[in-house]
Nanobody, 125 residues
Framework: VQLVESGGGLVQTGGSLRLSCTTS????????IGWFRQAPGKDREGVSC????????FVPTSLKDRFTISSDYTKNTVYLQMNNLKPEDTAIYYC???????????????????WGQGIQVTVSS
C-alpha cells in the first residue's frame, strides 16, 4: 500500500498550490481519502476529506473558501487545490486513507488505515 504526496513547495502569500495524493496497493473505490496537516508545535488537523464512492466531501468552514478537494478514479489520485495561501498554511501535509466513508468524521478524528509520508508546504510572507 502506498500513498504518495506531491506538489508541495515554497510559495508566496496569495499564491496557489495543488497537492496530489497518488495511491496504489488497495482498491481506491473502497476507501475515502483525507488531507491533513501539521505545523511545528501544533496538533494535526484535517483540512479536506472526500468519499468518492459516496460523492461527499468535507472542508472545515475556515478553509472552505480557499481549499478544494477532488478525486480522479482513473488515476487513483486525490487532489487538494489550495488558493490564496497564507503563512499560517505552512505545514507538512499528509494524505490518508480510511475505510469509513464519512469525510467529516475522517477529517475531525483523523483515524486512518494508511498514511502517506507527507510533503512540506511553505508560504512566505
Amino acid at each position: 500500500v502506498q500513498l504518495v504526496e506531491s506538489g508541495g513547495g515554497l510559495v508566496q502569500t496569495g499564491g496557489s498550490l495543488r497537492l496530489s495524493c497518488t495511491t496504489s496497493g488497495f482498491n481506491f473505490g473502497n476507501y475515502a481519502i483525507g488531507w491533513f496537516r501539521q505545523a511545528p508545535g501544533k496538533d494535526r488537523e484535517g483540512v479536506s476529506c472526500i468519499s468518492s464512492r459516496e460523492g461527499t466531501t468535507f472542508v472545515p468552514t475556515s478553509l472552505k473558501d480557499r481549499f478544494t478537494i477532488s478525486s480522479d478514479y482513473t488515476k487513483n489520485t486525490v487532489y487538494l487545490q489550495m488558493n490564496n495561501l497564507k503563512p499560517e498554511d505552512t505545514a507538512i501535509y499528509y494524505c490518508a486513507a480510511t475505510g469509513s466513508h464519512y469525510p467529516k468524521v475522517h477529517c475531525v478524528h483523523g483515524v486512518s488505515d494508511y498514511w502517506g509520508q507527507g510533503i512540506q508546504v511553505t508560504v512566505s510572507s
